[in-house]
Nanobody, 119 residues
């Protein structure tokens, strides 16, 4: 199975940028769809972006479209989330997760990284 580790979270001011990384070990990410999720306090976890490793990016939530970019580096077995024009409402714990292509459930999860955007 694949193991995922997120990094790159932190605190940034309104309008700032951060890049999150999701480094995988154990298996090649080419076997999976990788998604970035976030969960803010007292809110449900939401999928905000997803990428298939051997195909174009597949999904962005409306709330991040045009501001966030998901990308991949197969050689490093890593997926990134570039977050620009951050807003206080982007404050959340961000998780990367992986699922087998053609399935519904994200089975493999990282530990999460906190992103805080101050106004």
């Amino acid at each position: 199975q694949v193991e995922l580790v997120e990094s790159g979270g932190g605190m940034v001011q309104d309008g700032g940028s951060l890049r999150l990384s999701c480094a995988a070990s154990g298996r090649a990410l080419s076997l999976y769809v990788v998604g970035w999720f976030r969960q803010a306090p007292e809110k449900e976890r939401e999928l905000i972006a997803a990428i298939t490793m051997n195909a174009p990016p597949t999904y962005y939530a409306d709330s991040v479209k045009g501001r966030f970019t998901i990308s991949k580096d197969g050689a490093k077995n890593t997926v990134y989330l570039q977050m620009n024009s951050l807003k206080p409402e982007d404050t959340a714990v961000y998780y990367c997760a992986a699922k087998f292509r053609g399935t519904q459930e994200y089975k493999f999860w990282g530990q999460g990284t906190q992103v805080t955007v101050s106004s």
